[in-house]
């Protein structure tokens, strides 16, 4: 069975750091593309960042490049997100999703880390 | 960006209604479409990808479409369970973008 297991959420000040993970189990986490989703209480869903397998293309969305990076550890079978300079803005519920080979489809995702941004 | 258009933002039907939730690609897409189901407190589901394609589990009453930019998807006999959230997500490009949503109720 496919599990993501997101961690690393709580309340943190405007500006200062916190590092997400994402660990995976049920299937080769080192064959698959990784996405991190959020979405802010009561709002809809935002695609944040991608990461290949290999960790060679890496994409992120516009409101948070430049602040966020995406890795991964192949061999701890875990994708992280570090986000710096945070912003009120950036509290959501963030998921990680497991990128799919047919259309890019994101078939299974984890049940979500909260983050606050508040001072 | 590719802007992903939902419609409607929210709507009632009764039990046993034919509801249909439509999304339109503001680029050319392909078939790179798929649809969430989110319920209050849970994680989204994927119901329908690469446009038609029905995912693993889901009851058949549900189905999606395609007409040029216009993206539906359908379910064909409304049940109390299918009350919740409904976006639409275009995967063809980074970023890749969802629709802001449908709330479906049951009157």
């Known amino acids: 069975e496919v599990q993501l297991v997101e961690s690393g959420g709580g309340l943190v000040q405007p500006g200062r750091s916190l590092k997400l993970s994402c660990v995976a189990s049920?299937?080769?986490?080192?064959?698959?593309?990784m996405n991190w989703i959020r979405q802010a209480p009561g709002k809809g869903l935002e695609w944040v960042a991608y990461?290949?397998?290999?960790?060679?293309?890496?994409y992120y969305a516009e409101t948070v490049k430049g602040r966020f990076t995406i890795s991964r550890d192949n061999a701890k079978n875990t994708l992280y997100l570090q986000m710096t300079s945070l912003r009120s803005e950036d509290t959501a519920l963030y998921y990680c999703?497991?990128?799919?080979?047919?259309?890019?489809?994101?078939?299974?995702w984890g049940q979500g880390t909260l983050v606050t941004v508040s001072s | 960006d590719i802007q992903m258009t939902q419609s409607p933002s929210s709507m009632s039907a009764s039990l046993g209604d034919r509801v249909t939730i439509t999304c339109r690609a503001s680029q050319d897409i392909g078939n790179y479409l798929s649809w969430f189901q989110q319920k209050p407190g849970k994680s989204p589901r994927r119901m329908i990808y690469g446009a038609t394609n029905l995912a693993a589990g889901v009851p058949s009453r549900f189905s999606g479409s395609r007409s040029g930019s216009d993206y539906s998807l359908t379910i064909s006999s409304l049940e109390s369970e299918d009350m919740a959230i409904y976006y639409c997500l275009q995967s063809i490009q980074y970023p890749f973008t969802f629709g802001s949503g449908t709330k479906l109720e049951i009157k």
């Open positions: 049920g299937f080769t986490f080192s064959n698959y593309g």
């Open positions: 999703a497991r990128h799919e080979v047919y259309y890019g489809s994101l078939a299974y």
């Open positions: 990461i290949s397998s290999g960790s060679s293309y890496i």
